[in-house]
């Protein structure tokens, strides 16, 4: 099991404007492939998760928002931190159009499991 990268939320934000969308589509990537091994889950790929971004147009975001909360809810169960459960969130915020702001919330999420865990002990 791997500890995943430390991102700071507000430069996915502005990566992916600048990059008109391409950082977020690797920051979901990245994202889903890290919570997939530090679970020790397999899912479905990180690169088909991308592909269903693109092939429904973004849709598949709404499914993948909640999806992440949930294995999120996990992680912070696992590392022993308080679990905060934001599936509902991220549907309203997908669905009113501000579905961006859900990788700001769940790359802190992740920071957070990064640093409960030390260097030397990463649990199974």
């Known amino acids: 099991m791997k500890l995943g990268e430390k991102r700071e939320p507000a430069l996915v934000l502005i990566l992916s404007i600048l990059t008109f969308g391409v950082y977020y589509?690797?920051?979901?990537?990245?994202?889903?492939?890290?919570?997939?091994?530090?679970?020790?889950?397999?899912?479905?790929?990180?690169?088909?998760?991308?592909?269903?971004?693109?092939?429904?147009?973004?849709i598949y975001t709404l499914y993948w928002d909640y999806k992440m909360a949930q294995k999120i809810v996990k992680m912070q169960?696992?590392?022993?931190?308080?679990?905060?459960?934001?599936?509902?969130?991220?549907?309203?915020?997908?669905?009113?159009?501000?579905?961006?702001?859900?990788?700001l919330i769940q790359q802190n999420q992740l920071n957070e499991v990064w640093n409960a865990i030390p260097e030397q002990r990463i649990p199974n």
Do not use: H, K, M
Request: glycine share 12%.
């Open 77 to 103: 169960n696992r590392v022993g931190i308080r679990q905060t459960d934001n599936g509902v969130l991220y549907l309203a915020l997908d669905i009113v159009g501000f579905g961006i702001v859900n990788a």
């Open 25 to 58: 589509l690797y920051w979901v990537y990245q994202a889903s492939a890290e919570t997939q091994e530090f679970l020790g889950e397999p899912d479905t790929s990180p690169g088909l998760e991308v592909a269903l971004f693109l092939l429904t147009c973004g």
